[in-house]
């Protein structure tokens, strides 16, 4: 069994930035690719960024050049950093893991861009 916990969740004008950590539990984390998604209002959850257990990342096109993504292996703990934040990424923010056949979904942490 694995949990994932979101923070770092906020609001923030238009242009700055926000870190969000997802805190793993369990044993191996290093072992398993991490990703995070976002769900806007009456929308279904999408892919922001994604990160294998060797470092490679990919990016949704809408947040390339803007969201880093990132993992501290010692820390079990996976990043998603995000500048020159725009109104339309305001959304629920989710971290995810698959292992053994199964997901693993964190409990969201909000994010709200606005002036």
């Known amino acids: 069994q694995v949990q994932l916990v979101e923070s770092g969740g906020g609001l923030v004008q238009p242009g700055g930035s926000l870190r969000l950590s997802c805190a793993a539990s369990?044993?191996?984390?290093?072992?398993?690719?991490m990703a995070w998604y976002r769900q806007l209002p009456g929308k279904q959850r999408e892919l922001v960024a994604a990160?294998?257990?060797?470092?490679?990342?990919n990016y949704a096109d809408s947040v390339k050049g803007r969201f880093t993504i990132s993992r501290d292996n010692a820390k079990k703990t996976a990043y998603l950093q995000m500048n020159s934040l725009k109104p339309e990424d305001t959304a629920v923010y989710y971290c995810?893991?698959?292992?053994?056949?199964?997901?693993?979904w964190g409990q969201g942490t909000q994010v709200t861009v606005s002036s």
């Open positions: 995810k893991t698959d292992r053994g056949g199964s997901t693993y």
């Open positions: 990160i294998t257990s060797g470092g490679s990342t």
């Open positions: 369990g044993s191996f984390f290093g072992l398993y690719g």
